[in-house]
């Protein structure tokens, strides 16, 4: 079993709609959780990052981390054809642990 | 502008040949990462440097070396006792190696065995 699950996708949605993506984890250690956006053929670039259980929002962009169930979310608000990409979850126990990546489609 | 500069974008090498991927950071970090990306698989930890002069095996190190002779570089050779080479290589780097500090990438080096 990965210490980090993610559902691969793909996942395509109209523009405008709500993108939710979520990744578990079987390692309670991990204390820190993030988010990275990477588009096709390029470095993976910081989203967004929390390390306690709840919600934190950055504009468009809320993440969700449930300590307890081993599950973080991101959701994309009012998502655009800009958003497209692939998304990856992260999180930290002294080496960074991600999933696999969801690509994202955000149709015009 | 800080970031981390990986050089060159694309990389081809021969079969039996040594490349050597070079990865560049001005954040004044401590930490260095290189990790493989591989498709539908995620990231891949190769090898990770805590500090000058020291570092430590990832999760799949086996036909990789580095060196970390400056804080500011951490070159990574794929060697040809690396069997499957061809992927997308990522240098990243960190304040520290920690439990709650983020890390940030360069833009990959594509490499593929001809």
């Known amino acids: 079993q990965k210490e980090v699950e993610q559902d691969p996708g793909p996942l395509s949605v109209p523009e405008g709609a709500i993108v939710s993506l979520n990744c578990t984890y079987s390692?309670?250690?991990?204390?820190?959780f993030m988010w990275y956006r990477q588009y096709s053929r390029k470095g993976p670039e910081l989203l967004m990052y929390?390390?306690?259980?709840g919600n934190k929002e950055d504009g468009r962009f809320t993440a969700q981390v449930d300590k307890s169930s081993k599950y973080i979310s991101l959701f994309i608000r009012d998502s655009q054809p800009s958003d497209s990409a692939t998304y990856l979850c992260?999180?930290?126990?002294?080496?960074?642990?991600f999933g696999a990546g969801t690509t994202v489609t955000v149709r015009a | 502008d800080g970031g981390i500069t990986q050089s060159p974008k694309y990389l081809f090498r021969k079969e039996g040949q040594n490349v050597t991927l070079s990865c560049e950071q001005n954040?004044?970090?401590?930490?260095m990462y290189w990790y493989r990306q591989d498709p539908g698989q995620g990231l891949r930890l190769i090898y990770y440097?805590?500090?000058?002069?020291?570092?430590q095996k990832g999760d799949i190190a086996e036909g990789y070396s580095v060196s970390r002779e400056k804080k500011e570089s951490f070159p990574l050779t794929v060697t040809s006792a690396q069997k499957n080479p061809t992927a997308f290589y990522l240098c990243?780097?960190?304040?520290?190696?920690?439990?709650?500090?983020?890390?940030?990438f360069g833009q990959g080096t594509r490499l593929t065995v001809v």
């Open positions: 990243a780097s960190s304040i520290e190696v920690s439990s709650n500090t983020e890390a940030f």
């Open positions: 390692n309670s250690a991990f204390q820190y």
């Open positions: 929390t390390y306690s259980s």
């Open positions: 992260a999180m930290n126990d002294y080496k960074l642990s």
């Open positions: 954040l004044n970090h401590d930490a």
């Open positions: 440097s805590q500090i000058v002069n020291d570092f």
